[in-house]
């Protein structure tokens, strides 16, 4: 298949089909005598393994140590389950991260009684923030 069907097949972008050739995610492809690119099953089920890894927020270091695990079957899959394990312990600090986000907008937009800009109870809030934060 042609790079947009791939592209179509996987729902990828062809600039980011092309950049993960490029950072050998993906491995370049056999040519057609026109000089296309020509890819096959393996292109597209590495392709969504890569896409579908990304969707889950690992980086591109993370994606290529899976890939490589991927790549060795005999090889023992603890390194992939620390790897997830540890993207988890992120995506649940950022979650907490985002709750008290959700928390303090939520109290500041609460302080909000219209008016004119020099009497509004949000602007205050984001000027005293570091009053916000010592809980005065």
Known sequence: MKIGELSKAT???IETVRYYERIGLLPAPDRTAANYRSYGEPHRARLAFV????????????????????????????EADRIATSHLVQVEAKIAQLEALRDELA?????CR??????????????????CDTGH
């Open 11 to 13: 729902g990828t972008n």
């Open 51 to 78: 896409r579908h890894s990304r969707e889950l927020g690992f980086t591109i270091q993370e994606v290529r140590s899976l890939l490589d695990l991927s790549d060795h079957p005999d090889r023992d899959c603890m």
């Open 107 to 111: 109290r500041i937009v609460g302080r």
């Open 114 to 131: 219209g008016g004119v800009a020099a009497d509004c109870r949000v602007i205050e809030a984001l000027g005293n923030h570091a009053m």
